[in-house]
């Protein structure tokens, strides 16, 4: 007998159990887990800040994956796909499609999923199977020639079909503690349900059934797409206190600044940077959000000399080289 289960009938902090559940094990250990956990949170206050200017459409991003392991960039020999609900209209993500395809992605999808899950095994070790809710999928691509999207099927596999699998999946090497789950259950419980639901879509495609599965090269996402009159905006999304030692300002990895740049000169599409200044790390309670230009972010971080950036999802042993932008270069986002 089936495993059915409606997406209607599942609490937010059983969804939010479930998330922890793949996430958790496709990450490196506890650190990079809650690095994580902080960047679902910062998105999720932002989308509820955007999403309240009426003269903006705002729509969820995609990620690139490269397949190419040895590649220096996740926009090198890439996929890029993006996860919706079955009731959202993919014909909104025709002008975007044409847009990003100027990158010359490998294969680009729109993946839809309807609000029937069923259990089914999501991630396969030696010693372990972790079962998930899966909901029913259908997956377009994006035919670059006539610019529209086209059905061709409902198997997941599509995606990890486009990388070599790895022999045996990959291990966590280091633990995840239960009080990472515990603080995100308590940040982002209160989020809607359906809101929830789609991020954990999200992490079940990226985290449960790609992931340290499959032979990949970097990653990396368009966190929001606003659609305005005056044209389609890309949106990064960081939560970030001012620095103790260094510049007073807020800071990027020099590739995804490269990325950036390289996305907004493609594709003509504007790309921004927004930040929700918090007061220390520890308390993280919100001071005020702030947004820039990634071209005037770039045009303000010129014979800057790098300094070493946080861990984020990263090995603790990896360099992570940054360039601070100047405060006083950030405008109050009202």
């Known amino acids: 007998m089936l495993n059915l289960i409606s997406a209607l009938s599942m609490t937010n902090e059983e969804i939010l159990n479930n998330l922890h559940t793949v996430v958790s094990h496709n990450v490196i250990g506890d650190k990079q887990c809650f690095a994580r956990y902080k960047g679902f949170r910062s998105e999720l206050f932002i989308h509820s800040e955007v999403s309240k200017n009426p003269e903006s459409q705002l729509l969820k991003g995609g990620v690139f994956i490269s397949m190419n392991p040895d590649s220096s960039s996740s926009l090198d020999e890439c996929i890029y796909y993006v996860i919706v609900n079955n009731e959202v209209s993919i014909i909104d993500y025709i002008p975007i499609f044409s847009k990003i395809k100027r990158l010359n992605p490998q294969h680009m999808f729109i993946v839809r999923y309807s609000n029937k899950f069923e259990i089914k095994s999501v991630m396969t070790y030696k010693d372990i199977t972790v079962s998930l ?130 996305i907004q000169q493609t594709t ?46 990263r090995s603790i042993n990896s360099s992570n080289p940054t360039l601070i932008c100047g405060l006083e270069k950030f405008k109050d986002a009202k």
Do not use: H
């Open 133 to 262: 809710p899966v909901p029913d999928f259908q997956i377009y691509e994006f035919n670059k020639s006539d610019e529209k999207f086209e059905l061709k099927g409902n198997d997941i596999r599509m995606l990890k079909d486009c990388f070599t699998e790895e022999i045996e999946r990959k291990r966590n090497s280091y633990p995840v503690y239960d009080s990472t789950k515990e603080w995100l259950i308590d940040n982002i419980k209160n989020v809607d349900n359906s809101v929830l639901l789609d991020l954990y879509v999200d992490r079940l495609i990226f985290d449960g059934f790609l992931g340290f599965s499959i032979i990949k090269g970097k990653p990396s996402d368009i966190d929001l797409i606003s659609k305005r009159a005056d044209g389609i905006n890309f949106i990064e999304i960081k939560e970030k206190d001012l620095p103790k030692k260094a510049k007073q300002g807020f800071g990027l990895d020099i590739p995804r600044i490269k990325d950036f740049q390289r």
């Open 268 to 313: 003509g599409c504007k790309y921004y940077l927004f930040v929700r200044q918090i007061d220390n790390q520890t308390d993280r309670n919100l001071i005020q959000w702030r947004y820039i230009l990634i071209e005037d972010f770039i045009k303000n971080i010129k014979d800057q000399i790098p300094v070493e950036g946080g861990t984020g999802m």
